[in-house]
């Protein structure tokens, strides 16, 4: 499969730069996107070294690749299939697999690993639908599928397949809020909201201290309205 042609690639190499200014208000202008994003320079290699892959020329795909590795510290194979408009924001330990496949307008915090679980050929990256978003340092790993709008949050471990517009949080991740329950910001962004991530297992945790609580009281109650036994009565039950 030969793949989109050179004029497609610089068409999306456009769209790679211009989706920055969008989700990153550090963000002041194309030119430093440009020249000082590491995100940039890792999607502008790989849709190069994807172009030459595609044409047989895999180990001028690879070399290319692995020169973008030692000058972005991010790692994309260049057999991976990526959507339009990708974003990676500071980039630094960020991997990508072979046959992962990414759709549009996704976006990958530091250290997120797309990664396989199997040495066996075939499918073994997980595939992102359009606009996931993957906090800092989220694992998400075999050929699952993350659903369109959904979010993984920071240092997740996710084995299994989320459905579209999900929250999921922990090790392994747990699904802990829907696409409704999000603060939308103009122009239909969604609010990141890191600092407000819920803690699946803390919330376990608590239920099953509000638990033992309610029981001790309950408990007492009991051991309360019983009828006290006097000497006489238990002296009877002995002798019986």
């Given at each position: 499969?030969?793949?989109?042609?050179?004029?497609?690639?610089?068409?999306?190499?456009?769209?790679?730069?211009?989706?920055?200014?969008?989700?990153?208000?550090?963000?002041?202008?194309?030119?430093?996107?440009?020249?000082?994003?590491?995100?940039?320079?890792?999607?502008?290699?790989?849709?190069?070294?994807?172009?030459?892959?595609?044409?047989?020329?895999?180990?001028?795909?690879?070399?290319?690749?692995?020169?973008?590795r030692l000058a972005?510290?991010?790692?994309?194979?260049?057999?991976?299939?990526?959507?339009?408009?990708?974003?990676?924001?500071?980039?630094?330990?960020?991997?990508?697999?072979?046959?992962?496949?990414?759709?549009?307008?996704?976006?990958?915090?530091?250290?997120?690993?797309?990664?396989?679980?199997?040495?066996?050929?075939?499918?073994?990256?997980?595939?992102?639908?359009?606009?996931?978003?993957?906090?800092?340092?989220?694992?998400?790993?075999?050929?699952?599928?993350?659903?369109?709008?959904?979010?993984?949050?920071?240092?997740?471990?996710?084995?299994?397949?989320?459905?579209?517009?999900?929250?999921?949080?922990?090790?392994?991740?747990?699904?802990?809020?829907?696409?409704?329950?999000?603060?939308?910001?103009?122009?239909?962004?969604?609010?990141?909201?890191?600092?407000l991530m819920p803690?699946?297992?803390?919330?376990?945790?608590?239920?099953?201290?509000?638990?033992?609580?309610?029981?001790?009281?309950?408990?007492?109650?009991?051991?309360?309205?019983?009828?006290?036994?006097?000497?006489?009565?238990?002296?009877a039950r002995e002798?019986?």
């Amino acid at each position: 499969m030969s793949g989109p042609g050179l004029g497609a690639i610089f068409a999306q190499l456009r769209e790679d730069v211009a989706c920055v200014a969008g989700r990153d208000p550090a963000a002041r202008g194309k030119l430093e996107i440009l020249l000082t994003y590491p995100g940039v320079h890792a999607v502008i290699h790989y849709r190069l070294a994807n172009w030459l892959w595609r044409r047989g020329f895999r180990f001028a795909a690879r070399f290319l690749s692995w020169s973008s590795r030692l000058a972005t510290n991010i790692d994309i194979h260049p057999a991976a299939t990526i959507g339009p408009r990708l974003f990676i924001d500071h980039g630094a330990g960020v991997v990508i697999g072979a046959t992962a496949e990414i759709g549009a307008d996704v976006t990958l915090y530091h250290g997120v690993t797309l990664g396989g679980v199997s040495w066996s050929e075939g499918k073994r990256h997980p595939t992102l639908e359009d606009g996931v978003l993957c906090g800092a340092g989220a694992k998400i790993l075999g050929p699952i599928r993350i659903g369109k709008g959904a979010r993984i949050g920071a240092n997740s471990v996710v084995v299994e397949e989320v459905p579209p517009g999900a929250t999921v949080v922990g090790i392994p991740g747990r699904i802990v809020r829907a696409l409704d329950q999000r603060r939308i910001l103009a122009g239909g962004r969604v609010d990141l909201e890191h600092h407000l991530m819920p803690d699946p297992v803390g919330e376990a945790l608590s239920y099953l201290i509000d638990r033992v609580n309610f029981l001790e009281v309950r408990l007492s109650e009991m051991r309360s309205g019983l009828r006290p036994v006097d000497a006489g009565e238990a002296e009877a039950r002995e002798t019986f």
